[in-house]
């Protein structure tokens, strides 16, 4: 297995390559920018994009499926419910100030409980509204690990005051779908270190105090 986390773009936005060594198959989960450093990596280790998935259409994460997609005809997946995000791009651009990506309509919907990816690393697709209304998290179930967008942080949740945030509904997606998971499960949050559910569980400030 192939498993390479960098951060892309001003934000710092997690991109993931997932790949199968041995079928020469890849995703790549959040290509928010730097699309020529995630295109260069694909290219080096042989691989061929299969999918594009998208945790939520925040500019940080979407920027540069368009543009991988283009470069790879991989297609590009992304819940649905984060359509409206989509059509905010300019004043998503706006307001972290750089330019305004050119997205497009997905070629399909990550609906919660669809079984997404590789033959062999296969998640599925956990529906966590909150930070945006069509946020997902991706379960690997048989790798342990869980690809949390940006619903949950080391130390920290996403946060709720953008269009379409609701801080009672990230909390109880957390609590009814991140927090059932087994403690060792790894997780690779939307920005920022690496954490787990048991040590989030036990120490995560906004998690702890209720
Ligand atoms: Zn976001």
Redesign the pocket.
């Known amino acids: 297995m192939i498993l390479e986390t960098f951060p892309v773009g001003p934000l710092q936005c997690n991109c993931t390559i997932l790949g199968d060594e041995q079928a020469r198959e890849a995703i790549v989960i959040d290509p928010g920018d730097d699309v020529s450093r995630i295109h260069k990596r694909l290219m080096e280790q042989g691989l061929t994009l299969k999918q594009i998935l998208v945790t939520?259409a925040?500019i940080?994460?979407i920027g540069g499926a368009l543009k991988l997609k283009r470069l790879t005809g991989a297609p590009i997946y992304l819940n649905e419910n984060d359509l409206p995000q989509l059509e905010m791009m300019a004043a998503q651009a706006a307001w972290i100030g750089v330019g305004t990506p050119e997205t497009a309509p997905p070629d399909g919907s990550l609906v919660d409980g669809q079984t997404v990816g590789l033959e062999h690393y296969s998640a599925k697709v956990l529906h966590t509204p909150g930070?945006?209304q069509g946020?997902i998290c991706l379960h690997f179930v048989l790798l342990n690990l869980l690809i949390a967008?940006?619903t949950l942080f080391a130390g920290s949740i996403?946060?709720t005051d953008?269009p379409g945030g609701d801080y009672g509904q990230i909390m109880d997606s957390i609590q009814s779908r991140l927090l059932i998971l087994p403690d060792e499960t790894t997780v690779i949050p939307?920005h920022g270190p690496q954490t787990s559910i048991g040590r989030e569980r036990q120490s995560n400030p906004f998690l702890t105090e209720m």
Request: without cysteine; negative net charge.
């Open positions: 939520h925040h940080d994460h930070h945006t946020s967008g940006d996403g946060r953008l939307g």
